[in-house]
């Protein structure tokens, strides 16, 4: 049996929803254009009147946000409230620039983990449920997201933080962890951890439940983290600007559902028009009730789908479709655009191919070159040359066919790659370096 957090609110009629979201985005832009100076300056410039909001399709009239105005604004001056009522600072890591600082007053931290209350029940999570909390606390918003949505919903925390991966194991045996929230990487690396000390999470753990994000990964890795450890593995999604993890999917597994009451969802084109039904795009974010540092129609660089029919679950909130890539993350290899996950998706359907892989590119002369070095499973991993060439050819053969770009492989021993306990950084991009 489905089981909502807010039934009134995540099954209401598709129509009702819409016309509560038109309300909300109206308010929202008569507040910005009389208390934020940049939207008012961003609205003027573009030649656009808080009145010409006429319908939810007017959203499209609104001038987009972009990470860099946050940056140029750096650290409060996007931010609306007073300082007195901001009660807690997140701050992004800022590795490809300077950091970004969101703020939150009580309210925005009320509805965020409302959100997550939302999404980790519809997970099939409750009380009795105890969740190990393994995404980074601090700064980053990971940890602290999760833990006080798994607090709403009355499950037990055990706020377990990155890194002492053997304790992270002993706790999950002795606390009888249900579920755990982290990156699919770490969950990799834990598991491994765990059989080398002769543990099985499917079978000596009580682990139901994996609420992984905050990093790219393909249906074929959930196969894999599925049948490897006996759970259910959900994808979660969120970034720090629009407050941190928000969004899960639900237990049909059909994508993630965007709380249309929180945030209204579109996934434009190049050119900025909304992408026909059942096409990727970019995924741009309205945040409707952000009171401390308001969002509107946030690039988030992310591609996805956008599904807007009523779900098999009951809720009528619209779906993306998980995250296949970043703008940003496309390589170009002799003029072909080649996506991280497309290298994952191909390279899971290789039976004797692990689940790590490094992607390195480099240029020679005037040439581009791919090397993509992928563990080989121990039960595979074989002392003949014969067996070992085989098994690169079908590697090879396998990329070629989905990237339609040759690329070398190198086979690697199982457990030598790099591992991570938060984000993995998958690409080696050494024309850039
Ligand atoms: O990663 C927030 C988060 C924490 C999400 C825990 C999920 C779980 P940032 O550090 O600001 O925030 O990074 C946001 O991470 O724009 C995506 O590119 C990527 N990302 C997040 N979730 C997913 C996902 C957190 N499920 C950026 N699939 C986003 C793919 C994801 N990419």
Redesign the pocket.
Known sequence: MTHYWNPRIETMEISELEDLQFRLLKTLVYRLYSFSRFYHDRMDENGVHPDDIGSLEDIRKLPFMLKKDLRDNYPDGLFIAPQDEIVRYHV??GTTGKPTVVGYTEQDLNRWTESLARALSSCGMGRGDVMQVS?GYGL???GL??HYGAERIGATVLPASVGNTERQVEMMIDLKVTAI?CTPSYLLHIGEVAEKMGISIKNDTRLRIGVL?????TEQMRERIESWLGIRAY???????LS??LFTECKEQKGIHIWGDLAYAEVLDESGNEVPPGKEGELVVTMLQKEALPIIRYR???ITKVERSKCSCGRSHARIH??TG?VDDMLIIRGINVFPSQVEYALMEIPEVGEHFQIVVDRKGALDEMLVRVEVKKDSFSDKITDLMKIRSSVEHRLKNSLNVSCSVELVEPGSLPRFEG?SKKVIDARKI
């Open positions: 992004s890591s995404y980053f918003t990971g997201g999760l929230a994000g905050a990093e790219p990964w994808d979660i999604f969120g970034t720090s600007e941190g993890p988030t660089g992310d998980r995250i970043r984000k």
